[in-house]
């Protein structure tokens, strides 16, 4: 059985809310990183207390208000599906507070956390400060949104971002790997993917990997599910007919993305001019 392929596992925890993943320290192979999916009907609300950890709400589709011990955040999310393809809003709260999230329309919320021990700022990361990016060329090709990159300052650890993936193509390719504390050539950090797919019945293929090849596991992805990544490389492919989104969390020691690609496979870098 796979340690890395965590599959949806619905369950109603409150009246409208449905966990639909929640991986912890205690029930995965990751250190610093934690990741709970929640579904709400409209009217309903979650509400939990953050004690060491700082996390970021990820308003996947639908429409939220987000209640912090500091701010109230009204009207949060932008889509009724990732696939429209328009960045979302997210906030971000640091740790030793209370917070609840009530749903105005139904809606699917991600919670990215880290562990923190230093309190800071609330901070609303509008729609409007996601940068958006288009990476890559030929059968490379993928659309990236920053939600909370290393160049905000404000978190402690995370790093949050959205990325696309067209029918066809590849991402996090050539593959490459931040798990080793070797700045400036290299941070360490975990990673998880939460995949979506359109239409729902499609797949893609991860493979995570390490040199040594003492992790290597390649895994069919299907909607819904969610691949850790604690250290290696983890490419990601996408069959023909299909389009594939993810919501990637990582996290370590230092709050800096620095990665290093297979050398093996390097050079189609070169033969794209990128």
Known sequence: MSQLLVKAKPHQIAPGVTRIHEVTRDNSILEYIEFKVL????????????????????GLTGKIDVFSEQKVFREIGTRESVFEKKPTDSVYLSNGQPFEVRAVTQARVALCYSFSDEKRPSMLIRAADNTVEKRGILNNQRLVHNILPD????????????????????????????????????????????????????????????????????????????????????????????????????????????FHNDPNHAWILERQGQ
């Open 39 to 58: 579904d709400l009907e409209a009217g309903s609300s979650y509400r939990e207390e953050l004690v060491q950890k700082e996390c970021c709400i990820v």
């Open 151 to 258: 160049s905000e300052l404000f978190a402690n650890r995370l790093l949050v971002v959205e990325v696309f993936t067209e029918s066809g193509n590849w991402s996090s390719y050539p593959p490459h790997k931040h798990d080793e504390d070797n700045l400036p050539h290299e941070s360490l950090l975990e990673e998880t993917y939460y995949h979506e797919l359109n239409p729902k019945q499609g797949f893609v293929f991860q493979r995570v990997y390490t040199d040594d090849r003492l992790l290597d596991e390649t895994m069919t992805v299907e909607h819904s599910n969610v691949v850790l990544v604690p250290r290696g490389y983890h490419p990601v492919g996408v069959p023909d007919g299909y389009t594939s989104y993810y919501l990637n969390v990582m996290a370590g020691p230092k709050r800096i993305w620095k």
